[in-house]
């Protein structure tokens, strides 16, 4: 089932999200259903509180739904190492057609559960780094435009908010 995607400014996207302590079918229903709401909506990632539900799930697939195994479950994860730099370009569902340069670490060694509960370590560089941070930022209540300047960030709010007036948002 495709999911509603919650947009900015709606609040749960700045809850930090509850720890997941039951895994069980309604989670794997729920991780289905944000695999399903990401490829619909051409994504890379998705974290819960972004389908209004603020818990510690988050779901990430590079390669947009065409290699099984590439499909990433991480549960109540944290990021556990960070190396280096980079300034790329993000973008995220609850924010349409918003693209803006965010630094972000390079690499990031993460640990997280699966959705049996069982932990496991990974690292990622580029792209996944990004998707890591990106997507975890979202389990702490933090939207990407705070990872921008405040100059970037303040012009981008005037962009969402003229859309919000033309009914565009
Ligand atoms: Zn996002």
Redesign the pocket.
Known sequence: MVLRIFKYPERVLEQPGEPVTEFDADLRKLVADMFETTYASKGI???AP?VGVSKRIIVIDLSLGKDPAQKLVLINPEVILTEGKQYEEE?????PDIREKVVRAAKVRIRAQDENGKWFEMDGEELLARAFQ??I??LDGI??IFRMSALKRNLTLRKIRKMQREGTW
């Not at 973008?91 to 924010?95: A, P, V």
């Open positions: 990632g998705l974290a972004q973008g995220c569902l609850s924010f990106h997507e930022d979202h939207v990407f």
